[in-house]
């Protein structure tokens, strides 16, 4: 069971963090939302939880809960450039139906 992050990703983040000044990486999770049912949320972690399962790519450390890893287990997290579009993608190899706006998921 693991969670990586690309080099584009894990450079960004890690641009951020030391911009933000503080910071041990990003945390991973999904919450019910949605039209398809779930939905990622990506956030900093200042301070990990004793419950927090821990993964790391190129020196990024990721954070998640078991119960998200059920449905996150293999996701890439990417960070792309299209034009003068920028943002988070993820590489979620579970996912079997996503909503036509692209914000929400099931598996």
């Not at 945390?27 to 927090?52: H, I, P, Q």
């Not at 890893?69 to 990417?78: K, R, V």
Request: net charge negative; with cysteine.
């Amino acid at each position: 069971m693991a969670l990586t992050l690309s080099e584009s990703a894990a450079t960004h983040i890690s641009n951020f963090l030391a911009k933000r000044g503080k910071g041990l990486g990003v945390r991973l999770a999904v919450k019910t939302s949605g039209c398809s049912g779930m939905a990622y949320k990506l956030e900093f972690v200042d301070v990990a939880n004793e419950t927090d399962l821990a993964f790391e790519s190129f020196g990024v450390k990721i954070f998640t809960d078991s119960k998200s890893l059920a449905y996150l287990d293999g996701t890439e997290l990417d960070f792309t450039k299209e034009g003068l579009n920028e943002g988070f993608k993820f590489n979620n190899p579970n996912v079997k139906n996503e909503c036509g706006c692209g914000e929400s998921f099931n598996v």
